[in-house]
């Protein structure tokens, strides 16, 4: 068993930012690819944003292209999300999900492969 911590959300209007924060304690990001998802009530689970650690490779969902940005910072061991221009379709519960020693892939979305969640950190964004 394991578990991610988030932070960093929060509650703006739409157009702000925000930058969540993922790391796990007691593990060092290596090769692994990890995953942002969000959910919002009564809504199905989505992927928005993949890393694999091993190289720095990012995945981004259509939706958030050109707006969120996902980095590694090697000597703090976090991954971040840097959310620009959010919009309130945006809101939801964050999560931070990772499948060690593996590469994203194509697959990189689907929420069956990865076994580390986090608590998730709530976004909120007003109109």
């Known amino acids: 068993q394991g578990r991610l911590v988030e932070s960093g959300g929060g509650s703006v209007q739409a157009g702000g930012s925000l930058r969540l924060s993922c790391a796990a304690s007691g593990y060092l990001w290596s090769r692994d690819c990890v995953v942002w998802f969000r959910q919002a009530p009564g809504k199905e689970r989505e992927g928005v944003a993949a890393?694999?650690?091993?190289?720095?490779?990012?995945y981004y969902t259509d939706s958030v292209k050109g707006r969120f940005t996902l980095t590694q910072d090697n000597v703090k061991n976090t991954l971040y999300l840097q959310m620009n221009s959010l919009k309130p379709e945006d809101t939801a519960m964050y999560y931070c999900?990772?499948?060690?020693?593996?590469?994203?892939?194509?697959?990189?979305?689907?929420?069956?492969?990865?076994?580390?969640w986090g608590q998730g950190t709530q976004v909120t964004v007003s109109s």
């Open positions: 890393i694999y650690t091993g190289t720095g490779y990012t």
């Open positions: 999900a990772a499948d060690p020693a593996s590469l994203c892939g194509g697959n990189w979305y689907n929420v069956q492969r990865f076994r580390f």
